[in-house]
């Protein structure tokens, strides 16, 4: 098989450019067709769509990598024919039925406690509550700009179920950020192991690992694009 396009999907609270320190990274070892989606987060449908039409310009292999949220998103759209594989980054793998606010429920992350609706139904990390609830592992300067330019969701795809789970018909990878407090890594532990991932790492990481350990993240992509040749 030919080396995989790999196509990165953010989570709640940013855009594709959270994949920053990911994608040079990804460069500087050979890999030429690099895409990251921008999704509007207004529900998963909508998300889901928008990822699969970036996915169907492909033409060849893809391999999608899915950051918090982006974990669900490729979890819905990933069951397209070219789509070889998926690598979840700290990330929901709702399994068929399941929202995020189910998986949540199993085992609640603090940093829950710090999020709030504003009147059109947006869902807003506090500003003074993102570094430690999103990423308490990076500079404050940097945390300062995530917080500020946070790409806030609609509560709808918070609640929305997964229909067709791809990684029960996809190999997956599975990157547990031990130090999470957005998602609990125990509930990230128990997706991983239910998906049967073909590879697991944990890294001491915050829920923005994708920005704190670029390195590692990538040469989990790297493992699963061998894995696939």
């Known amino acids: ?47 889901a769509a928008r990822t699969q039409q970036m996915i169907k310009q492909v033409d ?12 669900a998103v490729i979890t819905e759209a990933g069951d397209l024919p070219n789509v070889v594989g998926l690598v979840y980054v700290a990330a929901f793998a709702p399994d068929k039925g399941e929202s995020l606010a189910s998986i ?10 710090n999020i709030a609706p504003d ?22 300067e940097e945390a300062l700009v995530m917080a500020v330019t946070q790409k806030a969701p ?21 990157q547990v950020s031990t130090e ?14 239910r998906m049967e991932a073909r590879k697991v790492i944990e890294l001491p990481a915050a829920h923005a690992s994708l920005a704190s350990q670029p390195v590692p993240i990538v040469d989990l992509i790297d493992e699963a694009v061998r894995d696939l040749s």
């Open 104 to 113: 949540g429920e199993v085992v609640p992350a603090p940093g829950g406690a």
């Open 1 to 47: 098989m030919s080396t995989p396009t790999i196509v990165l999907v953010h989570g709640f609270w940013g855009g594709a450019a959270h994949w920053a320190k990911v994608i040079p990274e990804l460069r500087r070892r050979g890999y030429g067709d690099l895409h990251a989606v921008e999704n509007p987060l207004t529900s998963l449908a909508d998300d």
């Open 60 to 71: 060849g292999p893809v391999l999608l990598v899915g950051h918090s949220y982006g974990g």
């Open 119 to 140: 009147s059109d139904g947006y869902l807003w990390i506090r500003q003074d509550k993102f570094q430690e609830s999103f990423c308490q592992d990076l500079p404050d």
């Open 154 to 174: 609609l509560g709808a795809a918070y609640v929305a179920p997964v229909t067709v789970p791809a990684w029960r018909h996809k190999p997956a990878w599975y």
């Open 180 to 193: 999470d407090r957005m998602i609990h890594p125990d509930n990230q532990r128990r997706m991983a192991a």
